[in-house]
């Protein structure tokens, strides 16, 4: 296949350096991200595709590329046997997208939850965003951009993630840490700045002090200089003894202020004052005490503008500023999200006494599915919202043989918080879906229900009256090909060929006689399905009357 265009010209020359002063940011470059695979130590392993940004397609097949974790030498490819030999191939694209060719390749793909018929094409804003590939049901990967290879830099500070926000994170952590300067930590809610601040602490000078961390969202205003720079006995009503504060806890360590936008001006003003003089001064005392304390602060609020209304004072913010940090969303660093819900869900499933449970390649325990479904979420909640998903998976799932997911989960993925119709994203599939043969123009129809309004019974009668036929079940049920796929994924009984060992094959095969159609009442899955299974573990196929 010939290229359609320059990705050299678009991206800009291969090879720059994203620390080169002299020749700027360096370009972007296309890439590969295992969000999931069957062997779980694969997840997050990345490829560059240096070939597409100078006009000249890419593999993708079992065989090829090759790709390795942050900063080892050397990497492996997919690997997987139910991926075809005869690879996809990545193409250039007009104005720095991306085509991906079908051709020959007997691999199935899902695109962004779209099915792939022929080629595609991804346009740069895509590719910034990243564009989710399921392939045959059982890798999940993420195409998009980086500006250089990920590096393995020394500690990682508790961070999970090998995107170039997450190193730029700790690129400042690193440089900020040993300087006594405070630190203003941004970023929206749940993106982890109490994990930086905590971070910063650790690397510092005073990491042999104490830590303090208090939310002041959660402190009441009439309370907060009493909390923070104490109390004398009989301060106010109620005060009964005296109070010590945060900032004389924290004394010879650091202070962590989380929701730093949240206090009143009475309090900025004492802030500011200790910011300044080191000298704090508790309700009801006319002395001053000494402290040394290192402020960190954090906020999701934009306080320049609350500056500019008066409701922050200016000379706090650029205090409070004297090294900023900024952590990016999750939806800016999807190439971490297989590993942080990899993470997640090991941590969760050990408290709940099933930490095993993902140890076994061949059991194929956590749908890729259901990956790619998570993957695909824009995560308004960042971080925290993603752990929170992760327990609730991990409780519903301990001790059961097949993955499971609450009902909140299944809702909060049945959300569409962009406000996209399911007629703008069919649309959206036929405008960059290609068939091949004649030419003619494919999509998925227009999805009349989502997979979470089904019933397990409901999914399990139109399957068992379609004799397992996912395309005849689907367009029964109103749904697309790869929502029924992603339902069946989480049915406490149903299962798809895939899902079936070798040895499982093996004995019914001998049971049946070979017969397929037999075979298919037997193990309850497609019988084109099955058929390709057999012909991988190199059974003879009877059909029936042969």
Request: aromatic share 4%.
């Amino acid at each position: 296949m010939e290229p359609t265009g320059s990705l050299g010209s678009t991206f800009g020359p291969v090879g720059a350096s994203l620390d080169d002063s002299v020749l700027g940011p360096a370009p972007a470059i296309p890439a590969l991200t295992v969000v999931h695979h069957p062997d779980l130590a694969r997840v997050g392993d990345v490829a560059l595709l240096p070939d597409l940004a100078r006009g000249r397609p890419c593999p993708l097949s079992r065989l090829a590329p090759e790709l390795a974790a942050p900063g080892a030498g050397t990497g492996a490819p997919l690997g997987d046997r139910h991926l075809s030999r005869e690879p996809l191939l990545f193409a250039p694209g007009a104005e720095g997208g991306v085509r991906l060719v079908v051709g020959a390749s007997r691999t199935r793909v899902v695109a962004d939850g779209a099915p792939l018929a022929g080629e595609a094409t991804f346009p740069r804003a895509s590719l910034e965003r990243g564009v989710i590939l399921e392939l045959s049901e059982r890798i999940v990967l993420l195409l998009h951009l980086r500006r250089s290879a990920p590096e393995k830099d020394g500690a990682d500070f508790g961070l999970i993630g090998a995107s170039e926000g997450l190193a730029r994170v700790r690129f400042d952590i690193r440089q900020v840490a040993d300087l006594d300067v405070p630190v203003l930590i941004r970023g929206e809610t749940g993106t982890g700045k109490e994990l930086v601040a905590r971070a910063v602490h650790a690397a510092s000078r005073r990491r042999s002090g104490t830590f303090v961390g208090v939310n002041l969202g959660s402190v009441p205003p009439t309370l907060a200089a009493a909390e923070l720079f104490g109390a004398v006995k009989g301060a106010f009503t109620g005060s009964v003894q005296a109070r010590q504060g945060f900032f004389r806890r924290a004394h010879g360590g650091t202070l962590f202020l989380d929701e730093i936008g949240e206090v009143t001006a009475e309090v900025q003003a004492m802030l500011l004052r200790v910011l300044e003089t080191g000298e704090i001064y508790a309700v009801g005392s006319q002395a001053a005490d000494r402290v040394d304390v290192r402020v960190l602060a954090a906020t999701d609020s934009n306080l320049e503008a609350r500056a500019k209304s008066g409701d922050f004072r200016a000379p706090l913010l650029h205090r409070l500023g004297g090294y900023v940090i900024w952590l990016p969303p999750l939806s800016d660093r999807r190439e971490d999200f297989g590993r942080l819900l990899l993470h997640f869900l090991r941590e969760k499933l050990a408290r709940v006494g099933d930490a095993s449970r993902l140890d076994d390649p061949e059991a194929a325990w956590l749908p890729a599915g259901l990956v790619a479904r998570l993957a695909r979420h824009p995560w308004p909640g960042n971080v925290r919202q993603l752990r929170n998903v992760a327990r609730q998976l991990a409780i519903a799932s301990r001790g059961q043989e097949r993955f499971a997911v609450t009902p909140s989960v299944e809702r909060l993925l049945a959300e569409d918080p962009t406000g996209a119709t399911g007629a703008r994203r069919a649309a959206e599939a036929q405008a960059r879906s290609v068939a091949t043969g004649r030419g003619e123009e494919r999509a998925a129809a227009p999805p009349r229900r989502r997979a979470g309004e089904l019933s397990d019974a409901e999914v399990a009668a139109a399957m068992r009256a379609h004799r397992y036929d996912l395309q005849a079940a689907a367009a029964a049920l109103g749904v697309s090909r790869p929502s029924l796929y992603e339902r069946i994924a989480l049915h406490p009984t149903l299962r798809t060929a895939g899902d079936l060992s070798p040895e499982e094959i093996a004995a019914c095969h001998a049971e049946c006689a070979g017969d397929l159609d037999r075979m298919v009442d037997r193990l309850e899955v497609s019988r084109r399905a099955l058929a390709r299974r057999l012909r991988e573990v190199g059974l003879a196929v009877r059909e029936a009357g042969g």
